[in-house]
């Protein structure tokens, strides 16, 4: 195979013979690592030796993206144009038709070069097609079928994925706290409880609906827990993460798809009261079951003489030597029409008095046991919240050391698959904590 020197394509065609010039053009479909049907090393493995036994001419190096051909606005597949239109090649080299449009707007460019006589030729290992007529509509219509089974692939898939919805399963990423079960068989795969997350959500969602913790404070105790979001870097919760969150329907057990709610089959996290309740703590509209002082009494007992409630507050005594002193006081909310006579009192007097009262009674031996029953319900949630917190921030930790090693690997190998070695810049970049 011959390599021209030319690598600036501005240069004028004299310089050129009558032979034709070909580039090699690379494409696959997607922009991310999951395999292709053919990548772009097994194109170069095919089309650089074709080239080479037909002593085909290639200028420039071959041209290589991976970018989905759907709709136009490829980078380089606008340079290879570039460089037609200019005259530096008027040959191109590929796998097949389908590598180089699936579009009408960009196959009507390359008709469009070979009518005016600067495209020569497209070839393939399989067929070529000349610049004449018949080959010109071979190539628009292998390219239009293309384009014909990109649409109904599409179609397929979005008839796929409402049927889905339609059977209870979300078609897409489980949310945190969630799993997809890829173990099952394609057609039955679905979502359930993740064993470790869905009960450190639980917790974040009772937090929630204390209203006591803004949306802030609950990423904090998010990230404390080592709850993680469901992308494919388990990167910790971010504000908008945990706004998406309390408003997602997703964990009263339905989903919004394509603008309609469903019913899903996955277990729901908590009712729709507690949901429409969280809803009011995030607009405002309600404070949940805050409370601004922590008092044992508080909201339980009624004043005596007017029946309503009684409160609490906290007062602050500011001496003049600079000390200050706090004090507790209880006293009647005084809602009624006729004025309470009820003065403060003391919170540790009145806490004193209940203590008192209370030291009289004598615990029913079955309320014990049930009430211990109840403490030890409670004491086991709490380690089950404690062993998965623990667990989440363990696997955390791991991927992080697992990332960190891949890139101090990826950086001192001389041996990387494309070559090439992390720049000083992309190191600290992908080394950067989630």
Partial sequence: MRLSEHNNF????????????????????????????????????????????????????????????????????????????????????????????????????????????????????????????????????????????????????????????????????????????????????????????????????DLALTGNYSVEKLVVEANKLGIRSSNSKGKPLCKSWMHRLLRDPFYTGRFIYVGRLYKGNHPALMTDEEFNLLQDIVDGRAKGRQQKHDFALNGIIQCGECQYCVTAERQIRKYKNGNSQVFGYYHCTKKGHNLCSQPYIRDTNLEGQVIAEFSQLELMPEFAEIALEALEEVKEKDNTVNRSSYEALQSALDGVNKRINNLVALKISPDNSDGSLLSDLEFETEREPC
């Fill in 10 to 205: 501005n240069t004028t065609t004299e310089q050129f013979s009558a032979i034709n010039r070909y580039v090699i053009y690379c494409r696959k479909s997607s922009e991310s690592d999951e395999r292709q049907i053919q990548s772009l090393g097994d194109q170069m493995t095919t089309l650089v030796p074709f080239a080479t036994s037909k002593g085909l001419l290639i200028v420039g190096e071959p041209l290589q993206e991976s970018k989905s051909a759907k709709i136009p606005g490829r980078p380089v597949f606008d340079r290879l144009i570039e460089m037609i239109e200019q005259g530096f090649a008027n040959g191109i080299i590929l796998l097949n038709p389908s590598r180089l449009s699936r579009n009408t707007m960009d196959t009507g460019k390359v008709i469009y070069l070979m009518d005016q006589g600067k495209l020569q030729e497209v070839v393939t290992p399989y067929q070529t097609f000349k610049n004449n007529p018949y080959d010109k509509f071979m190539l628009n219509l292998l390219c239009t079928q293309a384009k014909l089974e990109n649409d109904n692939k599409s179609v397929n898939v979005k008839e796929s994925l409402k049927l889905k919805a339609e059977r209870g399963v979300f078609p897409g990423k489980a949310r945190p706290g969630y799993i997809n079960n890829h173990d099952k068989p394609q057609g039955l795969r679905d979502i359930s409880a993740h064993p470790i997350y869905f009960p450190l959500m639980r917790k974040l969602i």
